[in-house]
Protein backbone atom coordinates (compact mmCIF):
# COMPACT_ATOMS: atom_id res chain seq x y z
CA UNK A 1 0.00 0.00 0.00
CA UNK A 2 1.25 3.33 -1.21
CA UNK A 3 2.28 5.73 1.44
CA UNK A 4 0.73 9.21 1.91
CA UNK A 5 2.08 12.58 3.04
CA UNK A 6 -0.44 15.33 3.87
CA UNK A 7 0.06 18.20 5.99
CA UNK A 8 -0.85 17.81 9.70
CA UNK A 9 -3.46 20.97 9.98
CA UNK A 10 -4.49 23.55 7.80
CA UNK A 11 -6.12 26.82 8.50
CA UNK A 12 -8.65 28.85 6.06
CA UNK A 13 -11.45 31.33 6.88
CA UNK A 14 -14.95 30.83 5.51
CA UNK A 15 -15.76 31.66 1.94
CA UNK A 16 -12.02 30.23 0.93
CA UNK A 17 -11.41 27.95 -1.12
CA UNK A 18 -8.71 25.52 0.32
CA UNK A 19 -6.81 23.22 -0.99
CA UNK A 20 -5.22 20.41 0.56
CA UNK A 21 -2.12 18.45 -0.68
CA UNK A 22 -1.29 14.63 -0.41
CA UNK A 23 2.01 13.06 -1.87
CA UNK A 24 1.62 9.63 -2.70
CA UNK A 25 5.05 8.71 -4.72
CA UNK A 26 5.15 4.98 -4.58
CA UNK A 27 1.57 4.45 -5.70
CA UNK A 28 0.71 1.32 -7.93
CA UNK A 29 -0.45 0.81 -11.77
CA UNK A 30 -4.02 -0.10 -9.89
CA UNK A 31 -4.23 2.21 -7.17
CA UNK A 32 -6.62 4.89 -6.44
CA UNK A 33 -6.52 8.19 -4.60
CA UNK A 34 -9.54 8.30 -1.84
CA UNK A 35 -10.51 10.97 0.44
CA UNK A 36 -12.53 10.75 3.61
CA UNK A 37 -13.57 13.35 5.90
CA UNK A 38 -14.54 12.64 9.84
CA UNK A 39 -15.65 15.28 12.34
CA UNK A 40 -14.83 14.82 15.78
CA UNK A 41 -17.00 11.37 17.21
CA UNK A 42 -18.31 10.26 14.12
CA UNK A 43 -17.28 7.81 11.09
CA UNK A 44 -15.15 8.29 8.46
CA UNK A 45 -17.52 10.27 5.70
CA UNK A 46 -16.20 9.57 1.66
CA UNK A 47 -15.78 12.65 0.22
CA UNK A 48 -13.98 11.45 -3.47
CA UNK A 49 -11.85 9.50 -5.43
CA UNK A 50 -10.23 9.08 -8.55
CA UNK A 51 -7.83 7.19 -10.61
CA UNK A 52 -6.22 10.26 -13.00
CA UNK A 53 -7.02 13.49 -14.03
CA UNK A 54 -9.76 15.78 -12.01
CA UNK A 55 -13.04 14.69 -10.61
CA UNK A 56 -15.41 16.76 -9.24
CA UNK A 57 -18.54 15.92 -7.29
CA UNK A 58 -21.22 18.26 -5.61
CA UNK A 59 -19.02 18.54 -2.47
CA UNK A 60 -15.17 18.75 -3.67
CA UNK A 61 -12.64 18.30 -7.18
CA UNK A 62 -9.95 16.09 -6.65
CA UNK A 63 -6.64 16.76 -8.89
CA UNK A 64 -4.46 14.15 -10.06
CA UNK A 65 -1.28 15.15 -12.27
CA UNK A 66 -0.35 12.73 -14.91
CA UNK A 67 2.66 10.81 -12.49
CA UNK A 68 -0.28 10.34 -10.15
CA UNK A 69 2.41 10.68 -7.84
CA UNK A 70 0.48 13.55 -5.61
CA UNK A 71 -3.17 14.95 -5.52
CA UNK A 72 -4.99 17.77 -4.49
CA UNK A 73 -8.27 17.86 -2.74
CA UNK A 74 -10.11 21.12 -3.33
CA UNK A 75 -13.34 22.25 -1.37
CA UNK A 76 -14.91 25.68 -3.03
CA UNK A 77 -16.09 28.08 -0.51
CA UNK A 78 -15.84 26.11 2.86
CA UNK A 79 -17.85 26.86 5.94
CA UNK A 80 -17.16 26.56 9.61
CA UNK A 81 -19.21 23.00 8.96
CA UNK A 82 -16.23 21.99 7.07
CA UNK A 83 -13.61 22.00 9.87
CA UNK A 84 -13.03 18.31 10.36
CA UNK A 85 -9.98 16.18 9.42
CA UNK A 86 -9.68 14.95 5.81
CA UNK A 87 -7.66 11.88 5.28
CA UNK A 88 -5.73 11.09 1.78
CA UNK A 89 -5.54 6.99 1.45
CA UNK A 90 -4.21 5.38 -1.65
CA UNK A 91 -4.84 1.36 -2.36
CA UNK A 92 -6.95 -0.97 -4.20
CA UNK A 93 -9.47 -1.13 -2.19
CA UNK A 94 -12.89 -2.72 -1.55
CA UNK A 95 -14.08 -5.82 -1.60
CA UNK A 96 -12.19 -8.25 0.10
CA UNK A 97 -9.50 -5.37 0.48
CA UNK A 98 -11.12 -3.53 2.80
CA UNK A 99 -7.96 -3.16 5.08
CA UNK A 100 -7.74 1.02 4.62
CA UNK A 101 -5.07 2.40 6.41
CA UNK A 102 -5.70 5.72 7.78
CA UNK A 103 -2.94 8.22 9.03
CA UNK A 104 -3.19 11.53 11.00
CA UNK A 105 -4.71 13.46 8.28
CA UNK A 106 -5.01 17.06 8.11
CA UNK A 107 -7.13 18.74 10.42
CA UNK A 108 -8.70 21.57 8.82
CA UNK A 109 -10.04 24.73 10.47
CA UNK A 110 -12.35 27.00 9.38
CA UNK A 111 -12.80 30.48 11.02
CA UNK A 112 -15.90 32.76 10.73
CA UNK B 1 -28.51 8.55 0.52
CA UNK B 2 -28.16 4.63 1.89
CA UNK B 3 -26.13 4.72 5.16
CA UNK B 4 -24.90 2.36 7.19
CA UNK B 5 -26.43 2.15 10.60
CA UNK B 6 -24.71 1.22 13.93
CA UNK B 7 -26.03 0.19 17.36
CA UNK B 8 -26.00 1.18 20.24
CA UNK B 9 -24.46 4.44 19.48
CA UNK B 10 -22.78 4.59 23.31
CA UNK B 11 -22.36 1.61 25.68
CA UNK B 12 -20.85 1.37 28.84
CA UNK B 13 -19.73 -1.64 29.76
CA UNK B 14 -18.12 -3.23 32.81
CA UNK B 15 -14.28 -5.48 32.47
CA UNK B 16 -14.88 -8.66 31.20
CA UNK B 17 -18.23 -8.29 30.36
CA UNK B 18 -19.40 -9.55 26.76
CA UNK B 19 -20.51 -6.91 24.09
CA UNK B 20 -22.23 -7.29 21.18
CA UNK B 21 -22.34 -4.09 18.35
CA UNK B 22 -25.18 -4.38 15.79
CA UNK B 23 -24.15 -3.08 12.32
CA UNK B 24 -27.02 -2.39 9.31
CA UNK B 25 -24.83 -2.45 6.18
CA UNK B 26 -25.74 -1.13 2.91
CA UNK B 27 -28.63 -2.94 1.63
CA UNK B 28 -26.72 -4.43 -1.71
CA UNK B 29 -23.30 -4.45 -0.22
CA UNK B 30 -21.59 -7.71 -0.08
CA UNK B 31 -18.54 -6.54 2.03
CA UNK B 32 -18.09 -6.11 5.36
CA UNK B 33 -15.94 -4.72 7.83
CA UNK B 34 -15.14 -3.38 11.42
CA UNK B 35 -12.95 -0.54 12.34
CA UNK B 36 -12.30 1.29 15.64
CA UNK B 37 -10.39 4.46 16.85
CA UNK B 38 -9.45 4.73 20.47
CA UNK B 39 -10.25 8.38 21.37
CA UNK B 40 -7.20 10.58 19.93
CA UNK B 41 -5.69 7.81 17.84
CA UNK B 42 -6.35 6.32 14.15
CA UNK B 43 -8.46 4.74 12.83
CA UNK B 44 -7.77 1.38 12.34
CA UNK B 45 -9.01 -1.93 10.87
CA UNK B 46 -10.08 -4.76 12.49
CA UNK B 47 -11.69 -7.12 10.03
CA UNK B 48 -13.37 -7.74 6.72
CA UNK B 49 -16.21 -10.36 6.11
CA UNK B 50 -17.45 -11.88 2.83
CA UNK B 51 -19.28 -14.36 1.89
CA UNK B 52 -20.30 -15.56 5.90
CA UNK B 53 -16.36 -15.71 6.06
CA UNK B 54 -13.11 -13.70 7.59
CA UNK B 55 -11.64 -12.08 4.73
CA UNK B 56 -8.66 -10.47 6.39
CA UNK B 57 -8.24 -9.57 10.67
CA UNK B 58 -5.83 -7.12 11.87
CA UNK B 59 -3.58 -8.49 14.77
CA UNK B 60 -5.65 -5.87 16.87
CA UNK B 61 -8.86 -8.63 15.97
CA UNK B 62 -8.06 -11.61 18.33
CA UNK B 63 -9.83 -14.78 20.05
CA UNK B 64 -11.89 -12.03 21.82
CA UNK B 65 -13.51 -10.82 19.04
CA UNK B 66 -16.07 -12.61 16.53
CA UNK B 67 -18.10 -11.20 13.98
CA UNK B 68 -21.39 -12.66 12.59
CA UNK B 69 -23.76 -12.10 9.93
CA UNK B 70 -26.91 -13.42 11.43
CA UNK B 71 -29.62 -12.63 9.21
CA UNK B 72 -29.65 -10.84 5.81
CA UNK B 73 -29.28 -7.59 6.96
CA UNK B 74 -26.93 -7.73 10.43
CA UNK B 75 -24.00 -7.53 11.06
CA UNK B 76 -22.39 -8.36 14.45
CA UNK B 77 -19.45 -7.84 16.27
CA UNK B 78 -18.69 -9.34 19.10
CA UNK B 79 -16.19 -8.72 22.21
CA UNK B 80 -16.14 -11.85 24.85
CA UNK B 81 -14.35 -10.34 27.68
CA UNK B 82 -14.34 -6.36 28.05
CA UNK B 83 -10.99 -5.05 28.47
CA UNK B 84 -10.45 -1.37 29.59
CA UNK B 85 -8.18 -1.37 26.66
CA UNK B 86 -11.35 -2.34 24.58
CA UNK B 87 -12.64 1.47 25.12
CA UNK B 88 -12.93 3.08 21.72
CA UNK B 89 -15.55 4.23 19.16
CA UNK B 90 -16.54 1.01 16.90
CA UNK B 91 -17.40 1.75 13.14
CA UNK B 92 -18.84 -0.36 10.64
CA UNK B 93 -18.65 -0.25 7.30
CA UNK B 94 -19.34 -1.75 3.67
CA UNK B 95 -18.79 -2.08 0.40
CA UNK B 96 -20.77 -3.22 -2.73
CA UNK B 97 -18.54 -5.93 -4.19
CA UNK B 98 -14.80 -6.06 -5.49
CA UNK B 99 -13.39 -3.89 -8.38
CA UNK B 100 -11.45 -0.99 -8.64
CA UNK B 101 -11.98 1.92 -7.09
CA UNK B 102 -14.24 -0.07 -4.82
CA UNK B 103 -15.94 2.61 -2.24
CA UNK B 104 -16.17 1.83 1.49
CA UNK B 105 -18.76 3.57 3.72
CA UNK B 106 -18.72 3.71 7.11
CA UNK B 107 -21.48 4.40 9.94
CA UNK B 108 -21.62 6.63 12.36
CA UNK B 109 -19.94 4.24 15.21
CA UNK B 110 -20.68 3.20 18.59
CA UNK B 111 -18.99 3.92 21.38
CA UNK B 112 -18.09 1.83 24.12
CA UNK B 113 -16.75 2.99 27.36
CA UNK B 114 -15.16 -0.60 29.57
CA UNK B 115 -14.82 0.99 33.62
Known amino acids: LAKTTQPISMDSYEGQEVNITCSHN???????ITWYQQFPSQGPRFIIQ???TKVTNEVASLFIPADRKSSTLSLPRVSLSDTAVYYC?????????????FGKGTKLSVKP | EPEVTQTPSHQVTQMGQEVILRCVPISNHLYFYWYRQILGQKVEFLVS????????KSEIFDDQFSVERPDGSNFTLKIRSTKLEDSAMYFC?????????????FGEGSWLTVV
Open chain 1, 26 to 32: NIATNDY
Open chain 1, 50 to 52: GYK
Open chain 2, 93 to 105: ASSQSTGLGNTIY
Open chain 2, 49 to 56: FYNNEISE
Open chain 1, 89 to 101: LVGYYGGSQGNLI
